[in-house]
């Protein structure tokens, strides 16, 4: 089991989470394929360059990939799941359809929801803001895809940043690589830490824009 508790119950006891999520840095590596409708997530040690987590997705049926390898992705209902290297699922992030405001789900392993993940506004294909609220439904922090800084009012909680660069562009893929950080301000085993993590792993899933200097890429390998 994760928790119990939430980020705002500061000097509360929280109960240990997989070690995994108590690291600081991450190294992490997006591959999109250019005639796929389908990302490869891949996150390692920033420290010892050792792979520790990997997404996968299950089939998304006809009709689903058609919508998203045009790029139509904000409100098509997804299921992937994150698991560590020896196969062992750490958490998983659902999304059933709509059409206003969607609501995603964050799992941990023993399939129990941690928090959402909402738009900030109630028009679904047009607001860049998004909130993280726990289970209870209480804020803990907002992301923008733009900047991709996780945080609540002056506090920031996690950022990714580097300079992303095509390693490899041609007609099959493209992959990026860039830093993910967790900030002091979120202490270790606190499960703000996993629902990072969740938006984190399905941000190709939640964005309907194209626009430039934006972190992570989304549908045929286009900015988002």
Same mark, same amino acid.
């Given at each position: 089991?994760?928790?119990?508790?939430?980020?705002?119950?500061?000097?509360?006891?929280?109960?240990?989470?997989?070690?995994?999520?108590?690291?600081?840095?991450?190294?992490?590596?997006?591959?999109?394929?250019?005639? &796929?409708?389908?990302?490869?997530?891949?996150?390692?040690? &920033?420290?010892?360059?050792?792979?520790?987590?990997?997404?996968?997705?299950?089939?998304?049926?006809?009709?689903?990939?058609?919508?998203?390898?045009?790029?139509?992705?904000?409100?098509?209902?997804?299921?992937?799941?994150?698991?560590?290297?020896?196969?062992?699922?750490?958490?998983?992030?659902?999304?059933?359809?709509?059409?206003?405001?969607?609501?995603?789900?964050?799992?941990?392993?023993?399939?129990?929801?941690?928090?959402?993940?909402?738009? &900030?506004?109630?028009?679904?294909?047009?607001?860049?803001?998004?909130?993280?609220?726990?289970?209870?439904?209480?804020?803990?922090?907002?992301?923008?895809?733009?900047?991709?800084?996780?945080?609540?009012?002056?506090?920031?909680?996690?950022?990714?940043?580097?300079?992303?660069?095509?390693?490899?562009?041609?007609?099959?893929?493209?992959?990026?690589?860039?830093?993910?950080?967790?900030?002091?301000?979120?202490?270790?085993?606190?499960?703000?830490?996993?629902?990072?993590?969740?938006?984190?792993? &399905?941000?190709?899933?939640?964005?309907?824009?194209?626009?430039?200097?934006?972190?992570?890429?989304?549908?045929?390998?286009?900015?988002?």
């Amino acid at each position: 089991m994760y928790f119990k508790t939430n980020s705002a119950s500061l000097g509360k006891k929280l109960e240990p989470m997989n070690a995994i999520f108590n690291k600081n840095n991450f190294f992490l590596k997006q591959q999109t394929g250019l005639l &796929s409708v389908t990302q490869r997530y891949e996150v390692y040690d &920033s420290e010892t360059k050792q792979q520790l987590m990997k997404r996968k997705e299950p089939s998304f049926g006809i009709l689903k990939d058609i919508l998203r390898f045009v790029g139509y992705t904000a409100s098509i209902p997804f299921y992937i799941t994150v698991s560590d290297m020896s196969g062992t699922q750490l958490f998983s992030v659902r999304r059933r359809f709509s059409l206003f405001r969607p609501n995603v789900k964050v799992f941990d392993e023993n399939e129990i929801c941690v928090g959402t993940i909402k738009r &900030s506004a109630w028009w679904a294909f047009m607001a860049d803001n998004f909130r993280i609220r726990d289970a209870e439904g209480k804020k803990l922090c907002s992301f923008n895809n733009n900047l991709y800084s996780f945080s609540k009012s002056d506090t920031e909680f996690a950022h990714l940043s580097g300079d992303i660069k095509n390693l490899r562009a041609d007609l099959i893929d493209i992959t990026d690589e860039f830093k993910m950080q967790f900030k002091g301000t979120v202490p270790q085993n606190d499960p703000l830490r996993i629902l990072i993590f969740g938006a984190v792993m &399905s941000v190709d899933l939640l964005v309907q824009e194209r626009a430039k200097n934006k972190p992570l890429r989304g549908g045929l390998g286009f900015d988002i």
